[in-house]
C-alpha cells in the first residue's frame, strides 16, 4: 500500500520561505515520478512542479518558475518543494503526488489524472 505523508506547513509572513516535505511508503521510491500541487481555497487543485524518477528533468507552472524547487532524495524516501518569496496568494493546501512506477514515454505531468497517488495535503497560509 503506497503512502504519501506531507509535512512542513504552516504560516508564514509573505515574502519569507518553507520547505514542504513528502515520505513515500510502500514502494520503491527511485522507480517514481513525484510532482506537487495545491488547492486554494474555492478553486481547483493545481499542478505546481513535478520531477522525474531519476531526478535529471524537472517541470514548474508559470506561476511559480524561479520562486520554487522541486528535489528528491531517493536514499530517505522524499521529495521536496522549496518555496521562496512567498506571497498570499500562495496560500493553499499543497499535495504531493506520485506515478508509480515511473511513466513510459511522452507524460503530462500537469494533469491530477496522471497521478496514482496522492498524500493527504498541508496547509500553507500566507500571511502580509
Known amino acids: 500500500q503506497v503512502q504519501l505523508v506531507e509535512s512542513g506547513g504552516g504560516l508564514v509572513q509573505a515574502g519569507n520561505s518553507l520547505k514542504l516535505s513528502c515520505v513515500a511508503s510502500?514502494?520503491?521510491?527511485?522507480?517514481?515520478?513525484m510532482g506537487w500541487f495545491r488547492q486554494p481555497p474555492g478553486k481547483e487543485r493545481e499542478f505546481l512542479a513535478a520531477?522525474?524518477?531519476?531526478?535529471?528533468?524537472?517541470y514548474y507552472a508559470d506561476s511559480v518558475k524561479g520562486r520554487f524547487t522541486v528535489t528528491r532524495d531517493n536514499a530517505k524516501n522524499t521529495v521536496y518543494l522549496q518555496m521562496n518569496s512567498l506571497k498570499p496568494e500562495d496560500t493553499a493546501v499543497y499535495y504531493c503526488?506520485?506515478?508509480?512506477?515511473?511513466?513510459?514515454?511522452?507524460?503530462?505531468?500537469?494533469?491530477?489524472?496522471?497521478?496514482?497517488?496522492w498524500g493527504q495535503g498541508t496547509q500553507v497560509t500566507v500571511s502580509l
Open positions: 520531477i522525474s524518477w531519476w531526478a535529471s528533468s524537472t
Open positions: 510502500g514502494g520503491t521510491f527511485s522507480t517514481s515520478s
Open positions: 503526488a506520485a506515478i508509480w512506477p515511473h511513466p513510459k514515454g511522452s507524460t503530462d505531468y500537469t494533469r491530477t489524472g496522471t497521478y496514482d497517488y
